[in-house]
C-alpha cells in the first residue's frame, strides 16, 4: 500500500487544478477518486483501484496537475465527462455503492 506521501484516495477537497503532462482543457463536472505527489504514483494507485473494484472496469480516468503553492504539488485522479453537478453526483453514487471512495469537483481548466 502506498505511503499517505505518495498517495492517499480522496483528500481533502481542494481547488480547482491544471491539466498534468498531456495538456487537455477540462470544464464542468468530475469525479475525483484519488491523489498523489507524482504522476506516476496517481497512475499506479489508479490501476490499484482499478483490479479492486470492478465498479471502475471500463472507466477511463485523466490526471491533473494541482500546484497548491506552499503545500506542493499534487496529481488527482479524476473521471470527466459530466454536463451537471447531478450527473456528477449519480455516478460518485454508484461508485460508492461498489466500494469506491469519491466527490464531485468542478473544474474550470
Given at each position: 500500500m502506498p505511503s499517505a506521501e505518495q498517495a492517499a484516495e480522496v483528500p481533502a477537497e481542494e481547488p480547482a487544478a491544471e491539466p498534468a503532462s498531456e495538456?487537455?482543457?477540462?470544464?464542468?463536472?468530475?469525479?475525483?477518486?484519488?491523489?498523489?505527489t507524482t504522476e506516476d504514483a496517481a497512475w499506479s494507485t489508479w490501476k490499484k483501484m482499478?483490479?479492486?473494484?470492478?465498479?471502475l472496469?471500463?472507466?477511463?480516468p485523466v490526471v491533473v496537475r494541482a500546484d497548491l503553492g506552499a503545500k506542493g504539488t499534487f496529481y488527482r485522479v479524476r473521471l470527466t465527462g459530466y454536463d451537471s453537478q447531478q450527473a456528477a453526483k449519480n455516478a460518485c453514487a454508484k461508485l460508492k455503492?461498489?466500494?469506491?471512495s469519491c466527490y464531485i469537483s468542478k473544474s474550470s481548466s
Open positions: 495538456p487537455q482543457r477540462i470544464i464542468g463536472w468530475s469525479v475525483q477518486l484519488a491523489s498523489a482499478q483490479k479492486r473494484h470492478k465498479a472496469a471500463g472507466q477511463s455503492s461498489g466500494g469506491v
